[in-house]
């Protein structure tokens, strides 16, 4: 376990330093967690709140944290859960898989940059088309590079099928923008 991790348990678990715990804990993992979210369910605004709702979790279940994985990981799960459950409201509202997927690709041509090349939007939308549990494997592989282990304990899900996903997924966005640069 990393030494800041250490320090972040120890004042997270002390009720007098619980709140200078969760601000510590907050500027360690803030950025890499709204990333995570923001490539899950795309929009700014959405991550912003996904990314609140996570640390509030945290806050309120820090008993909850057995120390049997990585703070990191731990939180990843929050973090992903609740990116999980935004999307299968906007499923419920959208009503078909195929909507999402046309509304979560629409919404990244909506809310990237406007210099953001051709390759960056077709690697976005490619990564859009992608199923929930590919999406999410891709993401924290591609993005975090993080090892198998910590994304089995993350996403709850065997070495061997975070692997075939992840390959999978490979070929699938690697496809889809080799077809849409040609066009």
């Known amino acids: 376990m990393k030494a800041e991790e250490s320090i972040i348990i120890q004042k997270m678990k002390a009720p007098h330093t619980r709140e200078q715990g969760l601000k510590l804990l907050m500027d360690t993992y803030q950025t890499r967690l709204y990333w995570h979210i923001r490539r899950l369910v795309v929009n700014h605004d959405d ?22 994985s990585q ?13 999980l459950q935004h999307l299968n ?4 509202m959208q009503k078909t898989d195929e909507g999402v997927e046309t509304y979560l690709q629409n919404a990244v041509a909506d809310n990237l940059q406007h210099d953001a090349t051709q390759i960056e939007v077709l690697l976005q939308k490619a990564i859009q ?17 993080l090892p198998y282990e ?12 975070l692997k075939t996903n992840y390959h999978y997924a490979k070929e699938k966005v690697t496809l889809y923008i080799q077809q849409h640069l040609e066009e």
């Open 71 to 83: 703070l990191y990981t731990w939180i990843y799960r929050i973090a992903t859960n609740e990116a």
């Open 47 to 68: 991550a912003q709140d996904l990314l609140q709702d996570t640390f509030v979790k945290v806050y309120r279940n820090f008993d909850n944290f057995k120390e049997e």
């Open 89 to 92: 409201k906007i499923k419920k």
């Open 150 to 161: 910590e994304l089995s304990k993350i996403l709850d899900m065997s070495v061997g099928t």
């Open 129 to 145: 088309s992608l199923s929930e549990k590919q999406k999410l494997v891709f993401n924290l592989k591609y993005y975090e590079d």
